[in-house]
Every structure is written in C-alpha cells, then in structure tokens.
C-alpha cells in the first residue's frame, strides 16, 4: 500500500524491505562556497539515498548551477574535476569522451582527455604504431641525453 503523496510534509516516511521506516527530515546545511544557509530537503534527502549517495550536497542550489555552467572551463583547467555524489547524477559513464582527429592518419576518433592541441591525438591503431616506435626509439638509445639546463639570465 502506497501512502498518499504529500508534497507539504517536512518529513517524508519510507517503509524499507526490512520493515524499518526510514525518514528524512529538512536540515540546514551551510554552503561551502558562498557560507549561505540552504535547505537539504527530505524529498532532496530521499532522491540522494535513492541514488545511493551517502554524502550530503556541499553547495547550495545557487552555486551548484553556477559550478555546473563553469564546468567545461574547470576541466580543460585542471583535467578532471570530480563533483562528489552529483557526479553520478547524470548516470553516464565517468570517462568523457571528446572527439578528435588522429594525427597521423586523420580518422576520427574519440579520447577521454580534451584534445588542447599541444600533442598529437592518435586513433587506436595509430596509438598503438606510434607507441611501438616510441618504445623501440627508446631501447635503441638507453641513456637519453639529458636536456639542456636551464639558461640562468645573467645579471646586470
Ligand atoms: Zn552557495
Ligand atoms: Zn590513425
């Protein structure tokens, strides 16, 4: 038997398959970015553990949004920004992937990096050539010349 929906109550009553009821009232939590006061609602605490996340949201509504629309420039800052329990909101796999053109033979294809353009990006099959090369390049020179230092500015 379902108890009727009530979207005004504070405290939201769920009967588990083992019988115990689990409720969830409002709390208050304080948002980390901006210090404000927001309300982690009962509906908002059923939906979480619905999810199987055990971790309360940190942020407030506001700054969620406003995290979630600097998304894409926070990851090409610093890689892959993880976003606790809202991660796994969208349910799709963890790795992005990006598409890309293979550098070598010009296919293609996708990676799970965003491809800055600063190295070149290889298909699969290309990958797996370039890293054989790079690999047999190595063992044919087993004490790599090291680098030039640094060149200090002189003083004057
Ligand atoms: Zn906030
Ligand atoms: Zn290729």
């Given at each position: 038997m379902n108890a009727p929906p009530h979207l005004a109550g504070f405290l939201i009553k769920r009967q588990t398959s083992e019988g115990s009821t689990v409720s969830y009232q409002d709390r208050n939590i304080a948002c980390r970015d901006c210090n404000r006061e927001f309300v982690f609602t009962g509906g908002e605490q059923e939906f979480y553990a619905s999810k199987g996340l055990m971790n309360d949201p940190v942020r407030c509504p506001d700054c969620r949004a406003a995290r979630k629309s600097a998304r894409s420039t926070l990851e090409s800052d610093s890689g892959y920004v993880r976003y606790g329990?809202?991660?796994?909101?969208?349910?799709?796999?963890p790795r992005q992937m990006h598409p890309a053109t293979c550098a070598t033979c010009g296919e293609m294809t996708e990676v799970?990096?965003?491809?800055?353009?600063?190295r070149p990006v290889y298909c699969s099959s290309c990958f797996s050539k370039v890293r054989q090369e790079q690999e047999a390049a190595a063992a044919a020179q087993p004490s790599p010349a090291p680098s030039a230092p640094p060149v200090e500015l002189a003083e004057r």
């Open positions: 329990g809202a991660a796994s909101f969208s349910g799709r796999t799970p990096f965003i491809p800055r353009g600063d």
